[in-house]
């Protein structure tokens, strides 16, 4: 079903082009609040996105995936590059987008946020949380607003005629149903959704990740997923993309990906996942050292440090993310087409 | 599509009520739940509703003059309180003896010994001296009085005097429950500027950082570094004595609350500062909402409760201001009747040794603040019901 979606989403074309974008926070020192430093969250990434798939973003805590989706949604601004988003109707840069062409642009992407517990104000009712955007952009009152929000609720898997309710009253998967609900109230093309379930319990997780999934179907969105957890990627993404301090490192096929990673980087994640056979656990691929401080991120690829397979050329020269081979796969590592990585199965003792 | 996972089983009426309970309900709830606090808002409301009624509630004018002669001057009259044992053994109804004015001829000490041979009865609502309540209902009768007779002014009236008179031969008791008006509603009116004070600066400073929260916290921490006494000594001295006592309440209220803004807004600040990196702020930019929504739907409502929590708790300091001031002679004169204008009577070690009575304004002072902090500590409490 997967790569039928893929295929699909191939003859669709790109829904967003990014290039060159970065994001660097100023480290401020000292009374003067001088700057003595950069944080290179996002450091000069390009990719594009199909329409209609979902792409899924991965990397440890710290690795920028977060802010990658801060930017496309302007929650941050950009140090540099652009983000091309081609709309049904239109077409935005949101690097750079001014005011009013934001506005529209933002009906037209929308975020699921983290955690539900934070992201929907505890003095509001429901039907006033889903349907503030309603409110601010369509201007929608009364029962016309009622009436969308009790569909919006529908949709989503909640009780309609609870939307007098707070927040505090409804349990974790619930909140976040109420979270994709305000998400989806302006109709989008394009879902950010930032870790949406790692707030959850287990248990609610498939839940919240098969509703995202139906949805995508039934409306035929666009869904970036950032998550942490390569079991959710494997779930839910038609491509995946692998990030490290602020670089994409692998961005293919999750299938191809999953079957034979081309990057290190990506082979010690895969060897990390947790299997529920415990007689044949993965042969642990044991990092060296630390995730290096974003702030002085190393020379060359910026992996070298705890890269087993490491040669002298990687400590000099940074490789940039391209296709390996006639793939369609991308790597940014020197090695990608002579290393010989072993895959999710091949992990398995 | 997937059905709600929600807690179908708990769908009776009550647990139903506090899903849908709004977040005042909830702080209501809470609150009850704070005996001390329940005791404090008790007193607070008694109070101000004596200030509303003071001349109903009190017996007597409180600018009243009972002096009549050198000899039966009513000066410095001692605290007494309505007898219920008569003379004859019996018990009867709150009764009074009426006072005979004696000076000691060594000691030239006057005293007040009673007539035990008469006594009158203590009556509710008897007629006394007539007054305009709110300042247009004519009326004479007040809650409590000595039942003799004889009209209001009359020099031979009897009277009852709860807390002793003063050295010009006014009630103190009706003075103070007077007194109540000025100095507990000193410390709502400066509150309530303060209040829209911090919550302007504040809300600015906090949202748009940068070079006007720069300013503003300059302009904070100027203010909070100048040390109060001496400020408020050259601000008083700038109102004129020629004054009427409307216009001085006015100008030392102003004079307080310009002074006591700058700790609100930083807490406003503070709050405002994290608030609007919560990820419901965040959504609702994302959302396309004007600024000045995220700021009075999102942000202002999200430090209401906090914000009425800390000026309950500020009220005490407003109150105490004002009597500090006054009792320093910087504040209100008479004849403006406030606690810190009746202690200003007790400066003296003369009064304080011959006329204790003197001080029974700071019991009502006292009382107040613990209530308004009791009050305020179980508002703090009750502020954030989704914290617990």
């Given at each position: 079903m997967a790569d039928a979606a893929a295929a699909g989403a191939m003859e669709r074309g790109n829904i967003i082009e990014v290039r060159g974008l970065s994001k660097h926070f100023p480290i401020k020192r000292g009374i003067l609040k001088h700057t003595v430093g950069w944080v290179r969250a996002v450091d000069d990434v390009s990719f594009d996105v199909r329409r209609g798939e979902t792409l899924g973003l991965v990397g440890e805590s710290g690795s920028g995936k977060t802010t990658v989706l801060r930017l496309l949604a302007r929650a941050l601004e950009p140090t540099d590059g652009a983000i091309r988003f081609r709309l049904a109707d239109s077409e935005v840069d949101m690097a750079v987008a001014e005011k009013e062409v934001l506005r529209a642009a933002r009906r037209r992407i929308r975020v699921v946020f983290q955690d539900p517990e934070s992201s929907l104000n505890p003095r509001m009712t429901v039907r006033r949380i889903i349907g503030e955007p309603l409110v601010v952009n369509d201007k929608l009152k009364g029962e016309a607003l009622d009436a969308r929000v009790k569909s919006l609720m529908a949709l989503v898997g909640l009780q309609p005629e609870q939307l007098n309710r707070y927040p505090y009253a409804f349990s974790g998967g619930q909140r976040q149903r109420i979270g994709v609900a305000r998400a989806l109230a302006l109709d989008p093309e394009v879902l950010l959704a930032d870790e949406p379930t790692s707030a959850l319990d287990v248990s609610v997780q498939a839940q919240i990740l098969n509703?995202?999934?139906?949805?995508?179907?039934?409306?035929?969105?666009?869904?970036?997923?950032?998550?942490?957890?390569?079991?959710?990627?494997?779930?839910?993404?038609?491509?995946?993309?692998v990030m490290y301090l602020g670089h994409f490192v692998e961005l293919g096929d999750r299938q191809q990906i999953f079957d034979k990673p081309l990057h290190p980087y990506t082979e010690a994640l895969f060897s990390g996942i947790p299997q529920p056979n415990p007689h044949r656990p993965l042969k642990r691929i044991v990092l060296e050292g630390d995730i290096p401080d974003v702030a002085q991120v190393p020379t060359g690829c910026p992996f070298h440090t705890r890269c087993p397979y490491k040669q002298d050329r990687c400590e000099s020269e940074p490789p940039l993310l391209a296709e390996v081979g006639n793939t369609g796969r991308q790597a940014a590592c020197h090695f990608a087409a002579e290393l010989d990585l072993k895959g999710e199965q091949e992990l398995l003792s | 599509?997937?059905?709600?996972?929600?807690?179908?089983?708990?769908?009776?009426?009550?647990?139903?009520?506090?899903?849908?309970?709004?977040?005042?309900?909830?702080?209501?709830?809470?609150?009850?739940?704070?005996?001390?606090?329940?005791?404090?808002?008790?007193?607070?409301?008694?109070?101000?509703?004596?200030?509303?009624?003071?001349?109903?509630?009190?017996?007597?004018?409180?600018?009243?003059?009972?002096?009549?002669?050198?000899?039966?001057?009513?000066?410095?009259?001692?605290?007494?309180?309505?007898?219920?044992?008569?003379?004859?053994?019996?018990?009867?109804?709150?009764?009074?003896?009426?006072?005979?004015?004696?000076?000691?001829?060594?000691?030239?000490?006057?005293?007040?010994?009673?007539?035990?041979?008469?006594?009158?009865?203590?009556?509710?609502?008897?007629?006394?001296?007539?007054?305009?309540?709110?300042?247009?209902?004519?009326?004479?009768?007040?809650?409590?009085?000595?039942?003799?007779?004889?009209?209001?002014?009359?020099?031979?009236?009897?009277?009852?005097?709860?807390?002793?008179?003063?050295?010009?031969?006014?009630?103190?008791?009706s003075r103070i429950l007077h007194g109540t008006r000025?100095?507990?509603?000193?410390?709502?009116?400066?509150?309530?500027?303060?209040?829209?004070?911090?919550?302007?600066?504040?809300?600015?400073?906090?949202?748009?950082?940068?070079?006007?929260?720069?300013?503003?916290?300059?302009?904070?921490?100027?203010?909070?570094?100048?040390?109060?006494?001496?400020?408020?000594?050259?601000?008083?001295?700038?109102?004129?004595?020629?004054?009427?006592?409307?216009?001085?309440?006015?100008?030392?209220?102003?004079?307080?609350?310009?002074?006591?803004?700058?700790?609100?807004?930083?807490?406003?600040?503070?709050?405002?500062?994290?608030?609007?990196?919560?990820?419901?702020?965040?959504?609702?930019?994302?959302?396309?909402?004007?600024?000045?929504?995220?700021?009075?739907?999102?942000?202002?409502?999200?430090?209401?409760?906090?914000?009425?929590?800390?000026?309950?708790?500020?009220?005490?300091?407003?109150?105490?201001?004002?009597?500090?001031?006054?009792?320093?002679?910087?504040?209100?004169?008479?004849?403006?009747?406030?606690?810190?204008?009746?202690?200003?009577?007790?400066?003296?070690?003369?009064?304080?040794?011959?006329?204790?009575?003197?001080?029974?304004?700071?019991?009502?002072?006292?009382?107040?603040?613990?209530?308004?902090?009791?009050?305020?500590?179980?508002?703090?409490?009750?502020?954030?019901?989704?914290?617990?």
């Amino acid at each position: 079903m997967a790569d039928a979606a893929a295929a699909g989403a191939m003859e669709r074309g790109n829904i967003i082009e990014v290039r060159g974008l970065s994001k660097h926070f100023p480290i401020k020192r000292g009374i003067l609040k001088h700057t003595v430093g950069w944080v290179r969250a996002v450091d000069d990434v390009s990719f594009d996105v199909r329409r209609g798939e979902t792409l899924g973003l991965v990397g440890e805590s710290g690795s920028g995936k977060t802010t990658v989706l801060r930017l496309l949604a302007r929650a941050l601004e950009p140090t540099d590059g652009a983000i091309r988003f081609r709309l049904a109707d239109s077409e935005v840069d949101m690097a750079v987008a001014e005011k009013e062409v934001l506005r529209a642009a933002r009906r037209r992407i929308r975020v699921v946020f983290q955690d539900p517990e934070s992201s929907l104000n505890p003095r509001m009712t429901v039907r006033r949380i889903i349907g503030e955007p309603l409110v601010v952009n369509d201007k929608l009152k009364g029962e016309a607003l009622d009436a969308r929000v009790k569909s919006l609720m529908a949709l989503v898997g909640l009780q309609p005629e609870q939307l007098n309710r707070y927040p505090y009253a409804f349990s974790g998967g619930q909140r976040q149903r109420i979270g994709v609900a305000r998400a989806l109230a302006l109709d989008p093309e394009v879902l950010l959704a930032d870790e949406p379930t790692s707030a959850l319990d287990v248990s609610v997780q498939a839940q919240i990740l098969n509703l995202l999934l139906e949805l995508q179907r039934e409306l035929g969105l666009t869904v970036i997923f950032v998550t942490h957890d390569l079991s959710v990627i494997r779930h839910m993404s038609d491509r995946v993309a692998v990030m490290y301090l602020g670089h994409f490192v692998e961005l293919g096929d999750r299938q191809q990906i999953f079957d034979k990673p081309l990057h290190p980087y990506t082979e010690a994640l895969f060897s990390g996942i947790p299997q529920p056979n415990p007689h044949r656990p993965l042969k642990r691929i044991v990092l060296e050292g630390d995730i290096p401080d974003v702030a002085q991120v190393p020379t060359g690829c910026p992996f070298h440090t705890r890269c087993p397979y490491k040669q002298d050329r990687c400590e000099s020269e940074p490789p940039l993310l391209a296709e390996v081979g006639n793939t369609g796969r991308q790597a940014a590592c020197h090695f990608a087409a002579e290393l010989d990585l072993k895959g999710e199965q091949e992990l398995l003792s | 599509m997937a059905t709600a996972s929600g807690p179908v089983l708990f769908q009776e009426e009550r647990v139903q009520s506090t899903y849908d309970a709004s977040q005042w309900r909830l702080m209501r709830i809470s609150f009850a739940r704070h005996k001390l606090a329940v005791v404090g808002a008790v007193v607070v409301v008694l109070g101000y509703f004596i200030a509303l009624f003071a001349e109903f509630v009190a017996p007597y004018d409180p600018g009243a003059i009972t002096f009549v002669s050198p000899a039966r001057s009513n000066q410095l009259i001692p605290p007494k309180l309505p007898r219920i044992v008569h003379p004859d053994g019996g018990l009867r109804w709150f009764f009074v003896h009426p006072l005979v004015e004696m000076r000691d001829q060594e000691t030239l000490m006057v005293t007040y010994p009673e007539d035990t041979s008469v006594s009158y009865p203590i009556r509710l609502f008897v007629r006394g001296a007539p007054y305009k309540l709110f300042g247009f209902i004519r009326s004479d009768i007040h809650l409590w009085g000595v039942a003799d007779g004889r009209a209001y002014d009359d020099p031979e009236k009897v009277r009852l005097h709860l807390f002793g008179t003063d050295q010009k031969s006014r009630d103190v008791f009706s003075r103070i429950l007077h007194g109540t008006r000025i100095s507990l509603s000193i410390g709502l009116l400066g509150v309530a500027m303060q209040f829209v004070l911090a919550i302007v600066f504040g809300t600015i400073s906090g949202y748009f950082s940068g070079p006007l929260d720069n300013a503003i916290q300059r302009l904070i921490e100027v203010l909070t570094s100048v040390p109060t006494l001496p400020l408020w000594m050259v601000l008083s001295i700038s109102i004129p004595q020629s004054w009427p006592v409307i216009r001085v309440f006015f100008a030392i209220t102003i004079i307080l609350s310009l002074l006591s803004w700058p700790g609100l807004a930083r807490q406003v600040r503070g709050k405002v500062l994290s608030l609007r990196e919560t990820e419901y702020v965040v959504s609702a930019r994302l959302d396309n909402a004007p600024t000045s929504r995220i700021m009075f739907i999102h942000l202002i409502p999200g430090l209401m409760s906090h914000l009425i929590a800390s000026l309950t708790l500020a009220i005490p300091g407003t109150i105490l201001g004002e009597t500090s001031l006054s009792f320093l002679g910087l504040g209100l004169h008479e004849p403006a009747i406030s606690w810190g204008v009746l202690l200003q009577d007790a400066q003296q070690l003369r009064t304080i040794l011959f006329a204790p009575w003197l001080m029974i304004p700071v019991i009502p002072v006292i009382l107040f603040i613990l209530a308004f902090n009791f009050v305020g500590d179980g508002l703090r409490d009750a502020a954030d019901p989704y914290k617990s």
